[in-house]
């Protein structure tokens, strides 16, 4: 399991939301300068909002997604490493006990990360 990959994977899923969300406020800004009534213009503001929002919820949708996945792949990982490890030196032990711990840093601060989108 390559972690870098997933890690920027999640990079993406902001660079999406990002991109969505200058090409509305370009959208917006658009509609306000446009030659048109204020109730067409409000409308079309309403219609585009609407759809931003539904691409966004499922951009989140699939970030948690894939978070999920990834928190079932690292607790099956765990557990085998756990009984791989019951066989090995102290300091080998160690060792893996760092990384099981850091790997859990790392789940912890997606998570925050994750509780900032919803």
Do not use: C
Not at 6 to 32: M, P, Q
Not at 61 to 69: F, K, Q, S, T
Request: charged share 30%.
């Amino acid at each position: 399991m390559d972690f870098e990959n997933d890690h920027s994977s999640l990079g993406y899923g902001a660079l999406g939301a990002a991109l969505v969300a200058g090409a509305l406020a370009g959208a917006i800004t658009a509609l306000l300068f446009a030659p048109q009534s204020g109730e067409r213009t409000r409308e079309q503001l309403r219609r585009q909002a609407n759809r931003a929002w539904d691409r966004m919820a499922a951009s989140q949708e699939r970030i948690n997604e894939r978070v999920e996945e990834l928190l079932d792949t690292i607790a099956i990982y765990s557990e085998e490493l756990v009984q791989k490890g019951k066989g090995i030196s102290e300091t080998e032990r160690q060792r893996l006990n760092d990384g099981i711990a850091l790997a859990r840093g790392e789940l912890d601060r997606l998570r925050r990360r994750l509780a900032r989108l919803d």
